[in-house]
C-alpha cells in the first residue's frame, strides 16, 4: 500500500464515524492552540521585559543608600551625598553621573491637579534615561546652578493638568507647595514599563531646586540614589567594584563590615531577567504540552477501539492478500491524518489566541516561526507515536481469528 492510498483509505474510515473523529480531532486542536498560546505569550513577555531595561542601556548602574540582605531587609542605611556621587565621576570607567533627589509633590494648575512624583535632577538625567524632549527645552546646567524654578512634565502630568487636547503647557506656570514653576518642556512619550508603571508620570526639576524649594525628608547634601553610566570599552563590573571600594573608603566602612550602599548592574539584571523569563516560557510551554498528551491520550484510545470494531475487516483483507506492514500503514494515516489536521486548525486558532491576548495585555507579538513549527511537528510526532501501538495491534491479528469476530 502506498502512502497515497493509504491517506485515502484513512479519509474513508475516519469519515465513517465523524462525531468520534470531530471529538477527537478537538483534542488535539486543544492541544496545539495551548502550547501555541502560552509559548507566543511567554516569549511576548520576555520580549517586553527585555526590551523596558534594555531602553535604559545596558552600560548603566544604579548606586542607592542603604545594604539590604537576601532576604530584602534593611540591614544597614546611611545617607548618599552629593559629594559621593561627585566622587564617583572620577572613578576611571565612569562615563557620567546623574544624581537625583525624589520628593512627592501636588501639581496644581487653574482647578485640575495631579499627584506627582518631583525628581530634581542635572541634565544627565535626560541622557543616561534616553529621555528627548517633544517640545520645548531640557534642563540646563545654569538651571541648577541658580535652583530655578523651571519644570519639565511628562506626558501624563501634562494632560492631567492641561488637558489632552488642551492648551499648550508651554510657558505656563504650575504650582507645588503654593510655589510656581514655569513649564519649559514636555517630556517624549515612554509608556509603560514592565510592572505597569507609567514612565510618562514625572516631573523634572532642577536638582538644587528640591531641597531648596520642594523640600525633603533627606539629610541636607543627601540624595535618593545616583545613576551612573559606564564608559565605552570599560567593563562594568571592574567600575562597580571600584566605585564601592571608594565608597567604602568614604564611609569609613571597616574590613568585613557590610556596605552601606548598594550597586545594581544593569548588564546584570538584563541577564538574570533574559534566564527568569525563559525559565517561565520553558515551564508554559511544558503546561501546554500537556494538553498535547491528553490529545495523544485520546488518539490511543479512539485508535484502540476502532481496531476492535474493524477486526472482521482486518481478517478479510490479510485473507485477499493484504501484508502486515500495509495494515500498520493504514491504521498510522488515519492517526496521523487526525494529528494533522487537528493540528493545522490548532496552530490558526492558537495564533489568532496569541496575537488578541498580546494586543489586550500591551505585550509586542511574541509568536515565532519555530513555534508553529515546533507545535505542528510535535503534534505529529505524538500521532505516530501514540497511533503506533493499535496500528502494531491491528497488523500483528491471525486472519482466522479476525473473520471470526462479529
Known sequence: MSLASGLLEARRALGANRLRTLLTLLGMIIGVAAVVVVVAL????????????????ADLMWLSPGARSASGVRVRATSLTLDDARAAREVPGV????????????????????????????????????????????????DVRAAARVVLLGQTVAEQLFGKDGEDPLGKFIRMKGVPFEVVGVLEVKGKAFGGNDQDDIVLVPLTTVPRTLGTTLPPGAISYAMIQVA??????????????????????????????????????????????????????????????????????????TVTERTREIGIRVAIGAKRRDILLQFLAEAAAICLVGGAIGLVLGAGAALVAAKTMNLPAGLQPSVLLLAFGVSAAIGLFFGFYPARKAAQLRPVEALRAD
Open 42 to 57: 511567554g516569549q511576548a513577555l520576555q520580549k517586553k521585559v527585555l526590551s523596558d531595561l534594555q531602553s535604559f542601556g
Open 95 to 142: 562615563a557620567s553621573v546623574a544624581p537625583v533627589i525624589a520628593a512627592q509633590a501636588q501639581a496644581t494648575y487653574g482647578n485640575n491637579n495631579w499627584q506627582a512624583v518631583a525628581q530634581g535632577v542635572t541634565p544627565e538625567f535626560l541622557l543616561l534615561n534616553n529621555r528627548g524632549v517633544a517640545s520645548g527645552r531640557p534642563l540646563l546646567e545654569s
Open 232 to 305: 565605552p570599552g570599560a567593563v562594568s563590573g571592574d567600575v562597580a567594584f571600584e566605585v564601592a571600594n571608594l565608597l567604602r573608603e568614604r564611609h569609613r566602612i571597616a574590613p568585613g563590615d557590610p556596605d552601606d550602599f548598594t550597586i545594581g548592574d544593569m548588564s546584570s539584571l538584563i541577564s538574570t531577567m533574559g534566564q527568569i523569563t525563559g525559565a517561565i516560557t520553558l515551564v508554559l510551554g511544558a503546561i501546554g504540552a500537556i494538553s498535547l498528551l491528553v490529545g495523544g491520550i485520546g488518539i490511543m484510545n479512539i485508535m484502540l477501539v
